[in-house]
């Protein structure tokens, strides 16, 4: 990769006002850690995600592309390249209760737009944290519902920079999987099918769902750090370690859900990974089996 001609021909496309240089990351990720991206942008339509992914790509470079950063764990070094922060929020409501959604549309207020256009079966969206496009690639939800259920199929930007529509069955999803998480190719918009509802009925809902993530930690963390192995739940495995609490430098164990991570206000991203090494230690050595991160690690490590 080229950097300096990906930059040259970025300032190109966009106003060079908006390609950032060394911006710290940390303050776009949930966890509030992590080092400084070499060039940064952030995008505001679909268009400009393409548009910004294809010039990484003509500089055979894959570009890092963050939503709210809730599920990401940025390496203290940072990351190297390119890192495009995707605000691309287009919803348009079609017939037959066919949302579609840029990718970088935040959940939450795509489940709360829903309701106003009378659109159920989307109410378990307003609890998860992140966008429409890293809720595809990682299959996102809940303990009973997966945003797998809802896409009728997604326009993504392959990594030759063609674009296609792949139908919901060719995605592969899985528990917290998809085709698109193993490929790395990028979700540009999203088509899902909700259900008609009255929309008082759907407001009920959302708030249902919001009280249960009243009982989960607050404070900066990135959601549930490890998936569940069949059959069972990492936070009961973590706290049957009596591991709850667990602190090493700014990074602890939440004591009220062991499978959350807090940053205590000087945390490193260091930190979180120790924990995280030090969780898998002892689940490993109790139980005999291997815990595996829901989070993605991002930068040099």
Known sequence: ????????????????????????LAKHCNWRVGGPADLFITVRTADELTQAVRAAQAQSHKPTILGFGANVLVSDKGIRGLVILNRAHRISFQQNHVVEADSGTNLAVLAKEAAKQGVGG??????????????VAVNAGTRQQWISIL???????????????????????????????????????????????????????LKEELKVRKTQPTGPSAGSVFTNPPGDFAGRLIEACELKGLQIGGAQISEMHANFILNLGDAKAGDMKEVIEKVKSEVAKKFNIQLEEEIRYLGEW
């Open 151 to 205: 896409v009728e199929k997604a326009l993504v930007l392959t990594n030759n920079g063609q674009e296609t529509w792949l139908m919901g069955d060719e995605l592969d999803f899985s528990y917290r999987n998809s085709k698109l998480k193993q490929s790395g190719e990028t979700v540009i918009t999203a088509r899902l099918q909700g259900k008609p509802d009255e929309p008082l009925n759907i407001e009920r809902k």
């Open 122 to 135: 989307l109410e378990f969206l307003i609890g998860i944290p992140g966008t429409v496009g890293a809720a």
């Open 1 to 24: 990769m080229n950097l300096q001609r990906l930059q040259a021909n970025l300032r190109k496309i966009f106003d060079p006002d908006r390609l950032l240089q060394n911006e710290p």
